[in-house]
């Protein structure tokens, strides 16, 4: 339940959420082991998002439960919750007049009363979280001013001043160029491995082959796959999840798993559009993964 | 956690090196932070000492040719620390006129400055404001209906409940509409506003005996020209009662800058929060408007203006928005009562020939709204 260092792992139990008469997260199992990176995988649509927000204890789950060890993530206190849990979106949207140091103090919200404000204590940990997001130079720059790349750093120190246990983060490499995706992700690897437990939704299968210690491919809704990157990236579950031919290379350098995309597979790419209603007779493209694999029971 | 950085500049795949060097003693307090910490206590005095004397100074303002030192014997004396110097002609001029006046101002103009600040918050919309979101409207048909009805004693809560109406009436439209953006918002407040209005209009002059224009002018762009010690209690006290806990509010609505989710990652109960500050704020503008009137704009102006100053952060905007609203009635009052001596401009006149253009100011900076 707990690693060797006695960090919590993460685990999700039949888990539903359904939204408006859609079904968005239908019976999720996972499991993210404790101080490790988790990526969580899937097409647009999959229920990434959702399933981070249910996490997250944004949106309340219809059935099923989350737990960080034992305790039960939702029955948690919401301002409990915040100091266990931070989630760190992807966004774009202006925020005028708030400087980035101000941004991450925002990390503390769960920690102040009505009146009080920061004391030393809050001061230093925004302070090692600015240094530790690489964001020192910009910490008197408007948050506005800031390109995507940074802002994403800037959602990130937040979620750390937060001194969360588990870190979710939704697409924390969207908007960002090679190096900066790079070091977002060796950052993030970093984190880990002083304790944090991370679950990161990404797009780039190569980048969670590279960095992730263990990944869950979602598809409509549902897990279909989880577990070692180089076990579960195989070229049939891409071609059922994705649709798309894909070779498996392992890198040169590092030795993990490469994804060499060749072209989108010709017969029955994935409907996304209506595949939840073909989900409920079983012919969802996730279904046909052959064999599950799923290491963590 | 700066010990694990440490190690990664080195053993990190794509280590963000240099970035530990000055690191290490983290718990000096940053200098940016607090700069800005003086810098607002030092806005607060600031504001604080011009509201003083914005007061002093407009109460001896007008026929009766009153100085400061007139004024300050007449408030000391009154407060029984002084002994009366003033004739009792002039003793009444100052306190039983002009002070309840400049004072319910005061009151008016920093809580329509605050809900303003908290609409802005809660709507993530640069353009909220009690006036404009229909919510003033609102209650100046509660007030001008229990007036009609005879019933003074209820014209807070009558108040209060016009403006809860409106302001659940504009959300509505609005969202029914598709999302809550802030265009859409806004135009639904005047749609709210313009049926709340005529309304207001359609009671005075249906119930009316004497001059309805004026009563109807009064209530539809603002007046303080009743106002008297009840006045003052009744916006005083909704200061003090609402506004304080729209004050320990600030860390909840900052934790709004970045939309629901993230207030609702951060531990605020965002519905209820919400809720509950945007009932706060019908509640504040109710008692201003059963004093006053709808006055337009306070509550979009100033707050824009002290976020130039102190930028967004709550805790040092609510108050300081306070503050500066205050202050800026007092003076939009004093213009509009001696402008056209003997006669009075409706204040709202005033405010609005000011947030007008602030208004076409804010639209074109933030070019992005939708």
Known sequence: MSDEHGVDALHADRVRFTRGRRLIIDDVDCTVPGSSVGALLGPNGAGKSTLLHLVAGVERADAGTARLGVRDLAA?????????????????????????????????????????????????????????????????????????????????????????????????????????????????????????????????????????????????????????????????????????????????????????????????????????????????????????????? | MSTTRAEAGTAGPAGTSGTASPATDAAAPSPARSRTGLRTGAWAVGLGILLVASVVVAVTIGPAGLSPADVWASVLAHLGIGEPTLTPLRDGIVWELRMPRVLAAAAVGAGLALCGAVMQALTRNPLADPYLLGLSSGASVGAVVVIVLGVGLLLPFAAFAGALVALAATLAIANAAGALTPTRTVLAGLAVSSVFGAITSLVIFWSATGDSYREILNWLLGSLAGADWTSVAIAGGAIVLIGAPLLASARTLDAFAFGDTAASALGVHVGRSRALLLVGTALLTGALVAVSGAIGFVGLILPHAVRLLVGSRHRALLPLSALAGAIFLVWADTIARTLFDPRELPVGIVTALVGGPVFAVLMLRNRGLR
Do not use: K
């Open chain 1, 76 to 297: 948690l206190r919401r301002r409990d919750r915040a100091r266990v849990i931070a989630l760190a979106e992807q966004e774009v949207q202006d925020v005028p007049g708030l400087r980035v140091a101000e941004v991450v103090a925002l990390g503390r919200t769960p920690y102040l009363g009505a009146f009080a404000g920061p004391g030393d204590l809050d001061r230093a940990v925004v302070r090692r979280c600015l240094e530790d997001a690489d964001l020192v130079e910009l910490a008197d720059r408007e948050y506005d001013t800031l390109s995507g790349g940074e802002r994403q750093r800037v959602n990130l120190a937040r979620a750390l001043a937060q001194e969360p246990e588990l870190l979710l983060l939704d697409e924390p490499t969207n908007h960002l160029d090679v190096r900066a995706q790079l070091t977002m992700l060796g950052l993030l690897r970093e984190l880990a491995h002083g304790g944090l437990t991370v679950l990161a939704a990404l797009h780039d299968l190569s980048l969670a082959a590279g960095y992730a210690d263990h990944v869950i491919v979602l598809a409509s809704g549902r897990v279909v796959a989880a577990g070692e990157p180089r076990r579960v990236l195989t070229p049939g579950l891409i071609r059922d999840v994705w649709g798309v031919e894909a070779q498996v290379l392992e890198h040169p350098s590092t030795g993990r798993p490469l994804i060499a995309y060749s072209e989108v597979s010709g017969v029955q790419a994935p409907d996304r559009t209506d595949d939840r209603a073909a989900g409920r007779t079983g012919d969802r493209p996730g279904a046909r993964v052959g064999e599950r694999v799923d290491e963590q029971a």
